[in-house]
């Protein structure tokens, strides 16, 4: 057995930059990864989707550039080169992650496997099918999550894509239909609806992205539907069944009425599971809760002492930003002294649709559900100069604000650069910096920021 000062399951937002952190440290670590290096954020997710969402945008704009007087006569999608583009940024990032590693003194990479054989005693079952067994006092766990399959009649009969094997497509989809109205459906969904495909998404509540404000739904679904993608709300995949080689049927059960769609493709997307099985967690004392999240206290520990867990497969709010913050608040309370919990931290996240959807801190729905008293502005993108001028005016910003201490509560903007203006009020509300004061703030002119002032000005008091 092999003894270190740390162990590291995971090589993902959280894994990958605290091992380093930890060898630089000089505390002798090894870091276990069983697929790519980077996790999903790199090879499934973030990285990938993104790149994707680019092409995506450069047809769209190929699409709808006669109105503004450039006319692209006639254009295509090459889904293979698109592919071929998000494989090499892919690659190029997971292989710069592995080398980094690799290269890091103190730090050893296990490529393999790793589940718990006793208390503070890891298993690997490495990629050349040997084992190795090791042992440390402080171990570190971010597998993940993958993405969740429903029990669905036919599901398994047919060949369904998820978020991961949709990234290998090579050719357009002739019909996706996407189980799941949230943000991976969504962009998922406009993406290939923009690369050619015709596009149904099935949501189960009574509407789509069903975390957000009611109008934001009711606005997404507006600016999906301009792009000819079909949204059922209400709707839920009962039963699918597919001829060799034929379509699938897929049938949908709305609002008590049964009906059948046809597609070519069907794309599963309704969330996310921990990837917590393989780790056979209770032999080392490690709690999870009913659906396989592993159980942490504010400061990331789990119930077994010396055992901590990071990102997705915690629970909670599932984003790449999360997970490696996980990583700084376990690091620094551990060897800098500090006293950070994950209950202080804002969280700040932004849906790629096009436009985008950024969202900080309190929304109307949370401020009602409070009972608090508070403010809304709102101001549409098509009273934002930039957005008329660049030709979208799709969206709108909106802030919850406290009328006493003019204090920004939270934002939700929908629009083009959504994310980077929401960003914005986010280093406002961090600062402290309130709204009568953003009102005559001298932004420059024209940028989507600018209208700030506007949006405040709304308010009127
Ligand atoms: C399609 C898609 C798009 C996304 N887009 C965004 C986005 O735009 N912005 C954003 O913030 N987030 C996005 N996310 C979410 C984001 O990717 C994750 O929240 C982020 O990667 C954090 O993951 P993590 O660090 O918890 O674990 P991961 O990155 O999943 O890493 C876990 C690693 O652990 C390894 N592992 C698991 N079990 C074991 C074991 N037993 N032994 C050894 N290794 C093991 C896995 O192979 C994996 O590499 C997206 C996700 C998806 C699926």
């Known amino acids: 057995m092999k003894t270190y000062d ?8 959280a894994g990958a930059p605290l091992a380093k952190k930890l060898a630089n440290a000089g505390k002798k670590t090894v870091i276990i990864e069983k697929r790519f290096y980077g996790g999903t954020c790199v090879n499934d997710g973030c990285t990938p ?24 006569k006639k254009f295509s999608v090459d889904l293979a080169a698109i592919k071929k ?34 208390e503070k005693t890891v298993e690997v079952k490495l990629n050349s099918g040997k084992k190795q067994t090791i042992t440390a006092d402080l171990i570190f766990l971010n597998p993940g999550a993958l993405p ?24 357009v989809p002739g019909h996706l239909l996407v189980l799941g109205g949230n943000y991976i459906g969504l962009e998922f969904g406009q993406m290939f609806r923009r690369f050619g495909s015709k596009v149904t998404i099935l949501e189960k509540s009574e509407r789509i992205v069903s975390h957000e404000d009611e109008d ?27 001829k060799a080689g034929g379509k699938i049927t897929a049938t949908i059960a709305q609002k008590g009425e049964e009906r059948k769609i046809k597609c070519t493709h069907v794309l599963v997307a309704i969330g996310r599971k921990p990837q917590t099985e393989a780790l ?3 032999i080392a004392g490690i709690e999870t809760d009913e659906h396989g999240n592993i159980k942490v206290n ?14 997705d497969a915690k629970g909670g709010p599932a984003f790449t930003h999360i997970s490696y913050n996980d990583y700084t608040i376990v ?42 008293k508070y403010k809304v502005a709102k101001l549409p993108m098509a009273h934002v100069a930039r957005a008329i001028e660049t030709g979208d005016t799709r969206g709108f910003m909106k802030a919850i604000v406290d009328p006493d201490t003019k204090k920004i509560l939270g934002a939700t903007v929908l629009g083009p650069e959504g994310g980077e203006i929401m960003t914005v009020l986010q280093m406002a509300m961090e600062g402290g910096i309130t709204y009568d004061r953003i009102r005559y703030c001298v932004f420059a002119h024209p940028l989507y920021s600018e209208s700030l002032n506007n949006l405040f000005m709304t308010l009127g008091d």
């Open 85 to 118: 583009r998000k494989d090499d940024i892919v690659l190029r990032s997971r292989n710069g992650g592995l080398k980094s590693a690799e290269k890091t003194q103190n730090l050893d990479v296990v490529l393999g496997e790793a589940t718990f054989t006793g």
């Open 298 to 311: 504010d400061k990331l520990e789990t119930s077994a002492a010396g055992v901590y867990a990071l990102g």
């Open 148 to 171: 969740l399959i429903p029990q669905i009649e036919g599901l398994n009969e047919i060949q369904y894509l998820n978020s991961t094997t949709i990234l290998d497509l090579e050719e």
């Open 216 to 242: 934001i739904s009711a606005e997404m679904q507006k600016i999906l539907e301009l792009e000819k993608i079909e949204v059922l709300n209400n709707a839920q995949a009962v039963k699918f069944k597919q």
């Open 6 to 13: 740390a162990i590291v399951i995971g090589a993902g937002q």
């Open 49 to 72: 989707t993104k790149t994707m969402v680019a092409s995506a945008k450069a047809a769209y704009m190929a699409g709808k550039s006669h109105e503004l007087g450039v006319p692209v």
């Open 331 to 372: 690091y620094r309370n551990l060897f800098e002294k500090t006293d950070y919990n994950i209950q202080d931290r804002p969280v700040p996240y932004c849906m790629f649709t096009d436009p985008q959807l950024g969202r900080i801190g309190l929304d109307e729905t949370g401020a009602k559900k409070l009972g608090i």
């Open 280 to 282: 056979n967690l209770p």
